[in-house]
């Protein structure tokens, strides 16, 4: 690992993303710091090929094959290497050529790359909240046994995570996430019925990729980001709160065993916790807007609406039980979220998707990762069955 006087050379895992996109804005203001050593995406060759030419990292990999070509032609003449396809991210995260992974791909396709990185004894900024749905236990017994940190980029567990310097002697009572309540705060279901893909992407604080909004709308978000407070933070479930707090500035909050409460606060703004990720232990300044308490603000906080938003209900029931049941979870809301974003299915038919599944698929109390990859293989064919994918 370098110090702080050299340069920390980071891979981008799904460079091209709302993330990843952030990320290279945050490196391109710090070169002095960072540079972009590993570019990756699935699909999107033309931004790649030009955040290839901006930043000249010494890798590239396209995950579609079939743009393999068009991607090496056109960094013919720069010294970028360029790999193609799913077994490459894969070897990629095993290169010594970097310091920290930022894993910022979406879903279940994050979890081997990430893997890999940990097994290499890698740095991990962690976007990819899937990867510890799916295996948590074992992604976090690895990180200790490989002294790999993960370090959140989530904005409730980087907030979770800042309440927490300093305080590695004493016990946390419970942790407090804040959700926004996604743009359909305040909806009953009569309303969801028939809201479509377009209305739930916009969220109402943050832009950021289709999956993360669909979930945010659906509250599966927050329910994902329990089960990745647990294990991240090696919580109870008893200890996890999540309270509805549309303007987003408190980010998250820690209360410790004398019932004092830390928060972490700030606009709402997903390149403040990928600074703080890739820059960690230190903080570094930044022209980011700042937080008036002079003008006119009012922080609100209220009880989800569970009976409407079962998601979160169903998530809480996988954090509950543990075992093979959030990695099922993840998968049929992976498949239920494409398909209503492919106008296959409706809002409220996600959660009904998700319910069958999880009752579904048999339940298994201490997966290996061979058989968290096979609950989740079961869990899309059953789902993708039921809705004729
Ligand atoms: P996005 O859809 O905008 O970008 C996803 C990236 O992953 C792209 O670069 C894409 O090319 C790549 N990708 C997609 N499918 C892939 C596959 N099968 N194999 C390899 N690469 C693939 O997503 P995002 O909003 O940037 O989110 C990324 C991750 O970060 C998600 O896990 C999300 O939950 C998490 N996250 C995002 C935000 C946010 O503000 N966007 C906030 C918190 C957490
Ligand atoms: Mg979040």
């Known amino acids: 690992m370098n110090n702080e006087t050299t340069i920390k050379r980071i891979a981008l895992f799904g460079s091209t993303g709302s993330i990843g996109t952030q990320a290279l804005e945050v490196i391109e203001a710090n070169p002095d710091r960072f540079s972009a050593e590993i570019l990756t995406a699935q699909n999107n060759d033309e931004l790649l090929i030009q955040q290839s030419l901006k930043f000249n990292p010494n890798i590239v990999v396209i995950g579609d094959e079939k743009k393999y070509l068009k991607v090496k032609e056109a960094l013919a003449s720069t010294g970028v290497k360029v790999f193609a396809g799913e077994k490459s991210l894969e070897e990629v995260a095993g290169m010594d050529c970097y310091d920290l992974m930022l894993a910022a791909i979406v879903g279940f396709a994050g979890l081997k790359p990430t893997i890999k990185a940990i097994r290499s004894k890698k740095t991990i900024a962690l976007a990819n909240k899937e990867t510890l749905v799916v295996a ?230 201490k997966p290996t990762l061979e058989e968290y990859f096979e609950s989740d293989g079961e869990a899309r064919t059953f789902a993708a069955d039921i809705i004729k994918l």
């Open 136 to 365: 948590g236990d074992i992604v976090m017994q690895l990180a200790v046994e490989n002294r790999a940190p993960i370090i959140p980029v989530d904005s409730e567990h980087s907030a979770i995570f800042q309440c927490l310097v300093g305080e590695t002697r004493n016990r946390v009572e419970k942790v407090i996430l804040t959700a926004s309540g996604g743009p359909f705060l305040g909806r009953k279901p009569n309303y969801l019925v028939n809201v479509k893909r377009e209305h739930a992407l916009q969220h109402p604080n943050w832009s950021m990729g289709a999956k993360i909004s669909i979930d945010s709308a659906t509250l599966m978000n927050k329910g994902l980001e329990m089960i990745e407070a647990k294990y991240l933070f090696n919580l109870k479930p008893e200890q996890i709160q999540v309270v509805v707090h549309p303007q987003s500035i408190i980010h998250s909050m820690v209360q410790f065993e004398d019932g004092s409460i830390k928060a972490q606060m700030g606009l709402p703004d997903m390149k403040l916790p990928i600074q703080y990720a890739l820059a960690f232990p230190q903080r570094i300044p930044n022209k980011f807007p700042r937080y008036d308490f002079k003008k006119v603000n009012m922080l609100n906080f209220e009880e989800p609406d569970t009976k409407t938003f079962r998601n979160l209900v169903l998530a809480t029931d996988a954090l509950h039980k543990g075992g093979n049941l959030p990695c099922v979870l993840n998968a049929v809301n992976e498949i239920a979220v494409y398909a209503f974003l492919k106008n296959r299915i409706g809002f409220l038919d996600m959660t009904e998707l998700i319910e069958k599944t999880m009752q579904h698929v048999p339940f298994i109390q």
